[in-house]
């Protein structure tokens, strides 16, 4: 498979996020996400001047609901993205469609922060600067539905797993799994478990999760490892907007946005399965 890491930005564009402002004295953002905070209590220099721009990894079920940036309209991270904004008095969010392992390895100009669940490691402190932690993160393993894949048998079988993400050490060298196939991207790995080309695919438990429901039932979950991963944003590296953003993503932790956020997309994108629900598998 190629890692095709130098892979550009995909597609752009520019989302005009506050609009109408206010219906029946209730603030409303661009889509359904709904605006909580002051407007403007904090400001930046954004890369691009008025606007706050957001290089993204799709598809992304649950995080950016739609296929292309111009069709996402809500989703956990994408309403992020837009109280932060918001808080930050900026008009419009663009966002910016780019390979995640192009994204991990610092390669993307021109932007404010990357949302993609990506998880905090120190190789990749190196290239890039990590936000504020907003969530902790396990890695979930998808099958398709007809398969009979165990805890015991996976590490026999062929193992997908996206490139650039910490599934690729962690199947090759915790799991030593036999055959390890790695995808440029997400759906093309989900593509190949629904095909039978891999016995499993492994990547973040909430991606598992939201590629299953969103699967037509022909894939199922059927295992998490415990990964005791961080999952924060990126900002290129030496960002001087970074404590700014930081002291936003933790008012929308402490105020309970994020949390309001998790139940009113994650779940229904997981199809009501909780990550609770899912056997915790030993490596």
Known sequence: M????????????????????????????????????????????PAVPGQFTVIINLPAVGQFNGDTPETIRDGYEFCMAVNIAHRLGLDKVKLVNASFDSIVAGQNRDFDIALALISVTEPRKKVVDFSTVYMESSYGVATKADASVTEATLKTG????????????????TLKASKVDVYDDTASMFTAAAAGKVDAVMTDLSVVLGQVANSKGRLKVVGQYSS??????????????????????????????????????????????????????KH
């Open 2 to 45: 190629s890692f095709n890491i130098l892979k550009t930005a995909l597609l752009v564009s520019t989302l005009t996020c506050f609009g109408a402002g206010v219906a029946s004295a209730e603030t409303v953002g661009y889509g359904k996400c709904e605006l909580t905070g002051k407007k403007g209590s904090h400001s930046i220099n």
């Open 158 to 173: 062929r193992v997908g797993v996206q490139a650039g993400t910490t599934l690729v050490p962690f199947a090759q060298e």
């Open 228 to 281: 005791g991963g961080q999952t924060a944003g990126i900002y290129p590296k030496g960002s001087a907007n970074k404590p700014v953003i930081d002291k936003v993503i933790q008012e929308l932790k402490d105020d309970g946005t994020l949390k309001r956020l998790e139940a009113a997309y994650l779940l229904p994108s997981w199809g009501g399965v909780s990550p609770d629900s899912i056997p915790t598998w």
